[in-house]
Every structure is written in structure tokens, then in C-alpha cells.
């Protein structure tokens, strides 16, 4: 029983015998016809125990007999003439060439390993391990007549059956054990040694590298996973260059050219170089159960496809202080131990190019500062984009986020945008400059309709007061002080009872004020029109009618403002609406049936516009003082007032929405105050001889 232990430059392809053989044959020496690539498949598989040996076909280096022999093949030399077979006459040997010392010291690597364990009685008692080795000459044609003068002296017949070991071929595809179920190998698979480059590369920060390999198997089949695992972890490759066999000055050059050119800063190599592993024999049919440590204190053993432990050395190429190159080991790739353990670096061991510690940084774009997003350039790869800030309401607190985060409701963020913040209740408050401003006024009202009223009351009988009903004069100086003191449930932040009373406070008090204002117009009315005092008109509309007008008027407002608390009462509210802009949160009350309030006010608009008609139609009344003109005044700056009112109040933005109708309130109200009652005031403080009953009436003409 023999174990054959391949190795060549040209990685795993002469290791397939077969059918795949004869296709790198092909590619080495040209196509055959089909009769003749028929012929030779037939011998290289189903005619294999028919094989004769050729006359000094072997390329034998070193023997040793034993009872078990292994196989060895090493390119002891690299260079063979090109001989082109025409399977016409007996085919020759290629002279080789070129000796190669590394490879001299695998053979002997190998032979001192057999010796080893020939002489350590414990780990074969009773075998003897012997050898034959052959030089490939790194060259697929002389590979393969050495294997076959191998094969020719043992008894297992067919490639799917003869046991291979190789020290060399690391390819991935190896690892499938339904096509190579008897390969093992003593090195790990390429795949090992990806995960430790994509791994050092991304410890590093390099998401933006160059990849540079060669045409064999090796170098296609590494630069092939890395970059699909490098990509997978979002890395992205800059270029990818191939070197040729035998490359020109201007291959050379344009290689150059894009390596100068390109803005990465690393380039990860795939080259034939792969380091030595310590050859280790065991009987085969034991081979995939070793598990021993060396006299180096190494783990020895395999995994359940062939696969050794994967164990790599992180070297660092330096310059000493004399110039030369030297080694440095900075860290280790171990596949044995847990994921998080597998990279161990010493950094402070590592110097760069140029004799820099700093590590260099290799990057498309520059990373995406927290408080903006990654934001892809079509038609690149997706380590190249754009930063973009984020939105008003959007945060991105890490580094290259590829998003923006919304904050959640009621919270918007900060001026970084690194943070969502809690939203500033925003409301007119009792502190604010326009709320004091607001409060003042309303208190300046309340005061100076209380002083009218002491006024009115301590001169109760004279002639200015009692005419036209002094019982409806105080009630609309009631009314008036209400209209006033409704301002101030607007002011402060709202409330579930302030939401409520505000509205239904502000229609009543208006509506009684505009009841009394319609009776003393009607009052002054019927009096002039009256063709005595005993008249039947002033009788009909007497102090109790005029009481039972008030009251009507006032009622239909009383029952709309209850309906409305009790089927969608307004309550309060935190509206967002304003928060991108302010970055507040304007507390209002929300009002769940808008027509609510147009009907209060357009009740209101109603009895002001009946008052104004039935005054305008009594301005030219023979009286001295005339109350129909004054009403008429009034009443013009009312309605001026709330016709204005009405487009401001749509267009205000958050408080200032509130703020717009206690002006409205406001002026209206000190609109009545003035032009009602102040003149006569004036009369009563100012003019008291006019205060007589003769002085009230013109003679008319």
C-alpha cells in the first residue's frame, strides 16, 4: 500500500487524475481529436492496470524501503523544455532545470519526518514507513508520468481508490468529499486562509482594497472567496489586477498605473507562495483519527473533510536600522479557537510603509459623521456615497449609518441630529410678554366697567341714566365686564375645563351684551316714534318685554353652546404640527366639531348685524344725546373687529391663534365700553348741567 504526496504550483488540478488531467493537458499542450482524447482517457482510468513502464520514464530522486511506502512528488526543478508528443512514437523526457532550493528542503522535510517516526518505536511499532520520491519539475506532463510510475507498483487500481496527502494544494474545491473522498492534505484549505485576510482587513477599517493574483488555480479560486466574503461584509474592491505568465513592460506598466492611481491603500496579494506545515504521515486507515501534539507542542488532527487546524502566522515586512528586510510575527489567525479569539494582533509590533504606527486608513468616502446618512452613488460600488444630513425629526447617532432614525412622537431632535430630544410645550402663558400684555388689558376692562357701574349706580337718578331703561344699562355693563373676564380662560396652558368654558363663556357674555344693546335700540326706537308718552307702543314693549327679549335672544345660544359641550366637547391637545419648524409643541384645544364654533360666532354676527341695522335706521333722532348713533358706532367696530377676525384666526400659527381671538375679544369689548358708555360719563362727571331732562330732547323741526 502506497500514500502518494502531491505538490505543484499549479495547486490541486494534478491531484484530480482523470478526466480532469487530461483537461489541463489541453490547456497545457493544445487540443487533441477526439479519437485520440478518448484513447487517452481510457488509459488514463479504465485501463490503468494495464499501464507498462516506459524506460526510463521515472524521475526518481531519493528511495527508501520500508513496508509501507509513500509517495512523494516536489519540484525539485522548475524548468522543462517544451516538447510537444505526438503519441506516434515512444514519448521522451524533458530535460529539467533550474534547481529549487525551497522545494529541496519540503523532500527533505518529508524524509526526515519518515525517519522520525521510524526511529520513535511507540508511534508504529512493528512498521517500517519507506519512500519514493520524484521530481515533478513543476510541470503538469512530468507530474503526471511520475504519478503513473508510482501507481504502477501498488495494487489499488483506479484514481477513486488511491489515498493522496498533499502538503501544497490548499484549493477549497478539495474539501468536497463525494468527488476526492480519499485526499487529505497537512495544509488548510484556502477558504481558512480567507477568513483570516477578510477578518485582518476589516479589524483595520478597510472597507475600499485592490486585489492582485495570478492565473493558476490558487490564486482564481482565493481571490474568488475573499471577495465574495469581503463583500458580504461590506467591503468593497477598488480594482482587481492579473498578472500574466510572462508579462510585458507594458503590462507591467499599466498594472503600475493603476495601482499609483487608485485612492485604496491596501491590496490584499493571491500568489503561488504558501507557507510550509510540517508534513505528517500516519497509516491511512487511521489518518482522518490522528490526534497527537508534536515535539513542538503543536495539536496534530484533522476534521471530518481532511482538514488540518488552520493556523496562520501575520507577518510584517520592516526595515531595520542597517537597511535590511526582516520578518516580524505581529499576530496569528487560529481557526481552532472561538470566533471573537481567532485574530489576535499585536498593532504596536506593526510598521507601516514609510516606518509609520499609525494605521492607514483605506476608504472610498470618509465615513458619515452621526447626525447624517449613507446615500449610494448609482452606478458605484456601496463602499463610494454620499453624506447627507438627516431630515428635521430624524436622527442618526453612529457612524456610517446607512439610515435615519424618526424620533418618536412628541420628541424631535436636536440641532446635531445625533439625539431626539423631548418637545417644548408651546402654549400662551400667564409669563409670556403677549400674556401679560393680554392680562393687562383684560384687568384695565374689568376695571373701568366697574368704575362706569359705581358711576352709573351713584347717579342712578338722574335723567341720563334712567333714560332708556337704567335696569338694561347695568345689565349690559354685566354683560360687558363678562365679555372682558372670558379673555382670561384662553390664557395659560388648557385645560380640560378651560377648553370647555372658554368657548361657551365667550358666546354667552357676547350674546346677553348684544341683547341688551338690541333692546335699548329698539327702546330708543319706540320712543320716537311714539306720538305721546301714553302711547301703546312703549306699553307693548314695556320693562317686562324687554326682559322676555333679552332672554330670548340669549337662549338659543345658552342651548347650542350645551349641545356642543355634551356631544364633542373640545378638549386638550399636543399638536406636532409646528415642531419641524419651531421644534415646540403647541398645546391647544382640539375641537373634534369646527362648526360648533362658526355657529356660536355666526349667532353672534346675527344679533351685531340687527343692531347695526335698526341703530343705523335711528341716527338722526331728535336727541340731544343720541344713543342710537353711539350704538351705531359701536357696533361698525364690532363688526370691524370680528369680519377681521375671522382670516386671522385661520392663518395664525399655534398660540398665535389664541392670541388673535382675545385680541378680537378684547377690542370688541372695549369697543361697547367707549362708545356706549364713556360720553356719558363724560356728561355726568365732566358736564353736569347738561344732565337735566330738558337738555335730553331737541325740539324737533
Known amino acids: 500500500m502506497k500514500v502518494i504526496q502531491t505538490e505543484d504550483q499549479h495547486g ?85 532545470n533550474g534547481f529549487d532550493d525551497r522545494a529541496f528542503r519540503w523532500m527533505m522535510t518529508m524524509i526526515f519526518a519518515v525517519e522520525e517516526i521510524n526511529r520513535n518505536t ?22 503526471l508520468r511520475a504519478l503513473l510510475s508510482l501507481l504502477t507498483h501498488t495494487h489499488i487500481l483506479g484514481p477513486f481508490s488511491i489515498p493522496l496527502v498533499s502538503y501544497f494544494a490548499t484549493c477549497a474545491c478539495l474539501t468536497d468529499k463525494h468527488t476526492y473522498p480519499s485526499f487529505l492534505r497537512t495544509v488548510p484549505s484556502d477558504l481558512f486562509q480567507v477568513r483570516g485576510l477578510v477578518e485582518l482587513v476589516k479589524f483595520f477599517g478597510w472597507n475600499w482594497v485592490g486585489t492582485v493574483g495570478t492565473l493558476d488555480d490558487y490564486s482564481r479560486y482565493g481571490i474568488q472567496a475573499f471577495s ?155 463602499c463610494c456615497f454620499d453624506c447627507l444630513p438627516c431630515a428635521e425629526g430624524e436622527i442618526s447617532n453612529q457612524t456610517d449609518s446607512t439610515e435615519c432614525t424618526k424620533c418618536p412622537e412628541y420628541y424631535w431632535s436636536d440641532k446635531r441630529k445625533v439625539e431626539c430630544v423631548a418637545g417644548v410645550d408651546d402654549f400662551l402663558s400667564v409669563y409670556d410678554t403677549m400674556g401679560i400684555i393680554l392680562i393687562t388689558l383684560t384687568l384695565l376692562g374689568v376695571v373701568m366697567t366697574t368704575v362706569i357701574t359705581t358711576v352709573f349706580h351713584h347717579f342712578r337718578a338722574t335723567p341720563i341714566v334712567r333714560a332708556n331703561n337704567s335696569e338694561i344699562s347695568f345689565l349690559l355693563l354685566v354683560s360687558l365686564k363678562l365679555c372682558f373676564l372670558c379673555s382670561l380662560p384662553f390664557i395659560g396652558k388648557p385645560s380640560t375645563w378651560t377648553c370647555r368654558l372658554r368657548q361657551a363663556a365667550f358666546g354667552v357674555s357676547f350674546v346677553l351684551c348684544l341683547s341688551c344693546l338690541l333692546v335699548k335700540t329698539i327702546v330708543v326706537l319706540l320712543a320716537f316714534r311714539s306720538t305721546g308718552p301714553g302711547s301703546g307702543a312703549m306699553k307693548l314693549f314695556g320693562p317686562a318685554q324687554q326682559r322676555t327679549l333679552i332672554l330670548c335672544t340669549t337662549a338659543p345660544q345658552v342651548c347650542l353652546c350645551a349641545g356642543w359641550l355634551s356631544a364633542a366637547p373640545p378638549f386638550p391637545f399636543r399638536n406636532p404640527m409646528y415642531q419641524a419648524s419651531t421644534g415646540k409643541i403647541v398645546v391647544e384645544c382640539r375641537e373634534p366639531w369646527p362648526a360648533g364654533f362658526y355657529l356660536v360666532l355666526g349667532y353672534i354676527g346675527l344679533l351685531a348685524s340687527l343692531c347695526l341695522l335698526l341703530a343705523y335706521h335711528g341716527r338722526k333722532l331728535p336727541d340731544t344725546f343720541n344713543e342710537a348713533k353711539l350704538i351705531t358706532f359701536s357696533m361698525i367696530i364690532f363688526c370691524a373687529v370680528w369680519l377681521s377676525f375671522i382670516p386671522a384666526h385661520v392663518s395664525s400659527p399655534g398660540k398665535f391663534t389664541v392670541a388673535v381671538e382675545i385680541f378680537a375679544i378684547l377690542a370688541s369689548s372695549f369697543g361697547l365700553l367707549l362708545c356706549i358708555f364713556v360720553p356719558k360719563c363724560f356728561i355726568i362727571l365732566v358736564r353736569p348741567e347738561n344732565n337735566v331732562k330738558k337738555r335730553m330732547i331737541k325740539s324737533p323741526r
Open 122 to 143: 511507540a508511534l508504529l511499532p512493528g512498521v517500517t514507513l519507506g519512500y519514493h520520491i520524484m521530481d515533478s519539475c513543476d510541470h503538469i506532463h512530468t507530474s
Open 228 to 382: 465574495n466574503q469581503f463583500i458580504q461584509l461590506g467591503g468593497c474592491l477598488a480594482y482587481h489586477l492579473t498578472i500574466p505568465q510572462s508579462p510585458t513592460l507594458g503590462e507591467i506598466g499599466a498594472m503600475a498605473d493603476t495601482l499609483q492611481s487608485s485612492n485604496a491603500k491596501v491590496v490584499v496579494v493571491f500568489a503561488s507562495e504558501v507557507q510550509l506545515q510540517e508534513l505528517f504521515s500516519e497509516l491511512l486507515s487511521y489518518l482522518k483519527r490522528v490526534n497527537f501534539t508534536n515535539q513542538f507542542g503543536e495539536k496534530v488532527h484533522f476534521d471530518e473533510n481532511g482538514e488540518p487546524v488552520p493556523l496562520y502566522d501575520i507577518i510584517n515586512r520592516q526595515k531595520d536600522s542597517k537597511g535590511k528586510i526582516r520578518f516580524v510575527k505581529v499576530g496569528s489567525y487560529d481557526g481552532s479557537v472561538p470566533m471573537d479569539q481567532q485574530l489576535q494582533l499585536n498593532q504596536s509590533k506593526i510598521v507601516w510603509t514609510g516606518g509609520l504606527s499609525q494605521v492607514p486608513v483605506s476608504l472610498c468616502t470618509d465615513p458619515c459623521p452621526p447626525g447624517s446618512r449613507q446615500a449610494r452613488r448609482p452606478g458605484e460600488p456601496q
Open 12 to 96: 490541486w488540478s494534478k491531484l484530480s487524475f482523470g478526466t480532469r488531467a487530461l483537461e489541463e493537458v489541453e490547456h497545457t499542450v493544445g487540443p487533441l481529436s477526439d479519437q485520440r482524447t478518448e484513447g487517452v482517457r481510457d488509459v488514463g482510468v479504465s485501463l490503468l492496470s494495464e499501464c507498462v513502464i516506459l524506460g526510463n520514464s521515472e524521475l526518481l530522486a531519493l528511495r527508501s524501503e520500508g513496508d509501507v511506502i509513500i509517495g512523494g512528488l516536489f519540484p525539485v526543478h522548475y524548468l522543462v523544455s517544451n516538447s510537444r508528443d505526438t503519441y506516434n512514437s515512444k514519448p521522451q523526457n524533458g530535460p529539467c
